[in-house]
């Protein structure tokens, strides 16, 4: 692992689980596979610090433990698998654009909790969900494990391996730990349960149907966040302090009240659970098999029109259960069975479609390609020379945007020709010679562009040798990704250093917000609010908005980089599994 | 070097041996290149040359196998500067901490979407901290408490892990005196701490009966000795100098002849004398 991602890795183990966790993970990803005596011995904590540590570690699927010769156990980190706490937020808002706040609850409280049984979730879940609702309305279990039972089906959620039973019954000692199993069939099978909902007691199959209606059509049954985010879209508060405020207050009204809540959890039914032991998480390769849909799909829109865009979407989801993620190219349809699953709105005729897919195909990008004549055509999707394609794409942006557009004159030249002479670039890119040379070294000494060696004579005589300069593509994108991490790293330092900056700041304004919503709370004077509200100066008031405008735009460009770290990555791995 | 030195006194160049090295080698990055094919660069630098006009000497110098011609080994056009032009300095350092950028960076994304995942990423931020995985470090006693504190704990749940899915020394173990294994999830170690601490108490008050001054190292003896038989008993290899925490606090008295209330540090030794000056002394 590279010292930029070690220390990203550091970074998030540090603001989801604490400091004590992110010294037992830093030093597995560091050092690899080992038993807990040397990590003990190692990293100077307790014997019990360390088995909390990798009890939660392995609770997220972040450490994966094995049995080794002679009864040792050794842990060892997934680096790669940290990385992906960066895209929690994206994965819960595909979720919510796919399958409504439910989903975004249950998908949110899989990659909070790491693995959760089928029960706990969808109670929780629904619990989540009756909070945030009227006053005498509740969350229907049934509805939320509908939507489970949908994510299952579409594979967005898993089972975990199970625990492998020993049907002979053991004469020795149980071995060290468990062995884990999975069968391929099992993995999106869902247990039958009934669901008792201890606070609705479900008649019949009439009620359900009518509280599902009802759901359907009051407005505005939405989850806290959301309903904030919606209120602070109010022009005038300025979206992103509204949304703070009102968060922090309602924030800080859940944390007032935590022992008043208690005592409803803590009524669980004691009898024994039905799916006990099977455990649930969150399939995080089905989420990028869907941004990479979605990355193509739009790339081809803003190619070239809406129309095309539909048409490739539609043979993406036709090749979802056919095509495994992994494969560089999906199988063929025939342009029969594309017009037939066209979206039902679209009405295009046959010849249209098939001109559009001709179109396509004749593309130079090479995203979809025709493989055959039968059937009115057969067409595929190239999805590895396109996940190239969005690659060099980004490495062009790159260079535009660090160097000025000559230079990306100059590095589209180098990678359309392959490889170039000095003087054939100045000549191609019609630059004069001492500009050409100067841009050239600094991209070269960025290493986004190498240089060729061809020798002509078996001395490598300098002077009777070719340089070539070529662009290798697979090189430069790791070298991009590498940049990135490290760019990320930044941005949460800078954040971190900025909130600590401002603690004391932040800690007045949050107290002062919860004194105003007690006071509202119990009923007060617009005056002595006034009064209360007047705590805070107007220049603190100042600071605490750029304090504010500042963290939000570090947040958004970590959001904005992760997609670029998903595009980088998705194009070296399929790379790395064709060789 | 000899060619060199006379390189700068006069500017016609004579001997050949020691550019051999310009034949042969790779091509280098451009700095790189100046200093290899340069061996000293004091005099480059010294003669106040720029570096195609010493090329042009140090091409002269090389020619044909020890003729003293001036024709260059390599082609000058290649590396991409004509003769007579002035090159950039060499840098000599690593390339500055925050660099000026002459393009400054696109506006960020804006939209629906990317507001809603600010939002969560900031929520999930302060979520995470109030979850049973959030492991707080222990804070250090400070020396006053303050009043708020007693207000601002955030309650959290407790999470107990599936046991049946881990290993199983992830368990934490029970300790009893002389060692007996147990596996038993360790439900009752809060209890435990508080009989120690209860015992503790007893243990002071006994021993405030028989004297003052002692009663500390009394109890450090005691705990070591408890310490020591716990660690006899108990059968893990490894050490449990590292679970101090979980000992339990038998009592177990040493079995020897000594009073555990005498102690003596040797102070008592001839400082009595001192106040009787009338006596002899031997």
């Known amino acids: 692992m590279t010292q930029a991602e070690i220390k990203l890795c550091s970074l998030l183990l540090q603001e989801h689980f604490g400091e004590i966790v992110e010294k037992i993970g830093v030093h597995l990803i560091r050092t690899g596979s080992q038993p807990i005596r040397v990590i003990v011995h190692d990293t100077r904590t307790s014997l019990d610090q360390v088995k909390k540590a990798l009890c939660v570690l392995i609770q997220h699927n972040l450490v994966i433990y094995q049995v080794h010769r002679r009864g040792m156990v050794e842990y060892e980190a997934q680096c790669s698998r940290v990385l992906r706490m960066l895209r929690y937020p994206r994965y819960i808002y595909t979720a919510k654009t796919l399958y409504n706040d439910t989903g975004e609850l249950i998908v949110e409280e899989l990659l909070l909790n790491g693995k959760m049984t089928m029960s706990a979730l969808v109670k929780k879940v629904a619990d989540r969900l009756t909070e945030t609702m009227e006053d005498g309305k509740t969350m229907d279990y049934a509805e939320v494990s509908c939507t489970f039972v949908r994510l299952a089906d579409t594979h967005f959620v898993q089972r975990c391996p199970l625990v492998h039973a020993t049907e002979n019954s053991d004469p020795g000692p149980p071995p060290p730990a468990p062995t884990l199993v999975i069968n391929e069939k099992d993995m999106f099978l869902v247990p039958k349960l009934s669901l008792i909902d201890d606070t609705l007691a479900l008649a019949g199959i009439a009620q359900w149907i009518e509280l599902w209606l009802q759901m359907k059509v009051l407005p505005v049954q939405t989850p806290v966040r959301a309903h904030a985010w919606v209120a602070g879209q109010v022009p005038g508060t300025g979206h992103a302090r509204g949304k703070g405020k009102r968060r922090r207050s309602s924030e800080d009204d859940a944390t007032g009240e935590p022992k008043a809540k208690r005592p409803k959890h803590t009524t669980d039914n004691k009898e024994p659970i039905p799916d006990d032991g099977i455990y649930w998480q969150a399939n995080l390769d089905r989420f990028h098999q869907h941004f990479r849909d979605q990355a193509i799909v739009s790339a081809v829109a803003n190619r070239m029109d809406q129309t095309s865009s539909e048409i490739v979407r539609t043979m993406l989801r036709m090749s979802e259960v056919t095509t495994p993620s992994s494969a560089p190219f999906t199988q063929p349809l025939s342009s029969n069975e594309i017009f037939r699953s066209l979206p039902v709105g679209y009405n295009i005729s046959k010849q249209v479609l098939d001109q559009y897919l001709t179109l396509l195909a004749d593309d130079p990008l090479e995203f979809v390609g025709k493989s055959g004549d039968s059937g009115g055509g057969m067409y595929i999707i190239n999805l590895h020379k396109a996940l190239g394609s969005l690659a060099t794409a980004s490495l062009e942006s790159v260079v535009q945007e660090r160097f000025g557009s000559r230079c990306a004159r100059i590095f589209r030249l180098v990678l359309q020709k392959k490889h170039l002479e000095q003087k054939q670039v100045e000549d191609f890119a019609m630059i004069p010679a001492k500009e050409a040379k100067d841009m050239l070294y600094k991209m070269l000494s960025e290493n986004f562009i190498s240089l060729q060696e061809i020798p002509k004579t078996p001395d490598h005589a300098p002077s009777r040798t070719f340089y070539l300069y070529t662009v290798n593509i697979l090189s430069a994108a790791r070298m991009l990704l590498h940049r990135c991490y490290k760019s990320i790293a930044n941005l949460i330092e800078r954040r971190q250093f900025e909130t600590k900056e401002n603690k004391r700041l932040l800690e007045k304004s949050q107290r002062v917000e919860a004194i105003i919503a007690s006071m509202q709370a119990t009923g007060a004077e617009a005056a002595q609010l006034q009064e209360i509200e007047e705590m805070i100066t107007a220049p603190e008031r100042q600071q605490l908005e750029t304090l504010k405008h500042n963290v939000n735009k570090l947040d958004a460009s970590e959001i904005q980089v992760d997609e670029t770290i998903f595009l980088l990555e998705s194009y070296i791995e399929s790379t790395m599994k064709r060789q | ?282």
């Not at chain 2, 260059?72 to 060499?90: C, H, M, Q, S």
């Not at chain 2, 449990?240 to 020897?256: G, K, L, M, P, T």
Request: contains cysteine; negative net charge; charged residues 40%.
């Open chain 2, 1 to 282: 070097m000899a060619a060199l030195r006379a390189e700068r006194a006069s500017p016609a160049v004579e001997s050949v041996r020691d550019c051999r090295s310009l034949e042969s080698g790779s091509f280098l990055s451009l700095p790189t290149f100046r200093l290899l094919f340069c061996p000293s660069l004091e005099a480059l630098v010294l003669s106040e040359q720029n570096l195609p006009t010493f090329l042009v000497q140090l091409v002269a110098m090389a020619g044909n196998k020890g003729r003293g011609r001036a024709a260059y080994t390599f082609n000058i056009e290649a590396v991409g500067f004509n003769r007579g032009e002035k090159l950039p300095d060499v840098v000599l350092k690593p390339p500055p901490l925050f660099p000026d950028t002459d393009y400054k960076p696109v506006p960020l994304k804006t939209g629906e979407g990317e507001d809603y995942m600010l939002a969560l990423k900031q929520e999930l931020r302060e979520t995470v901290k109030r979850m049973p995985y959030f492991i707080e470090t222990p804070e250090e006693k400070e020396d006053i408490e303050r009043y708020s504190k007693r207000y601002m704990k955030v309650y959290k749940e407790e999470w107990i892990p599936d046991w049946r899915r881990l290993p199983r020394e992830m368990m934490p173990k029970k300790k009893y005196k002389k060692g007996s294994k147990s596996k038993k999830v360790d439900n009752t170690s809060k209890d435990t701490s508080l009989t120690n601490t209860a015992d503790v108490l007893k243990k002071i008050e006994e021993l405030e009966k028989r004297g003052d001054g002692e009663k500390s190292d009394e109890e450090n003896e005691e705990k070591e000795g408890s310490k020591e038989k716990n660690k006899e008993g108990d059968e893990d290899e490894e050490d449990d100098a590292v679970e101090q925490e979980e000992y339990d606090e038998e009592e177990h008295e040493e079995e020897n002849d000594y009073i555990n209330s005498y102690f003596d540090n040797g102070e008592d030794f001839g400082a009595d004398s001192d106040d009787n000056m009338d006596e002899a002394t031997y």
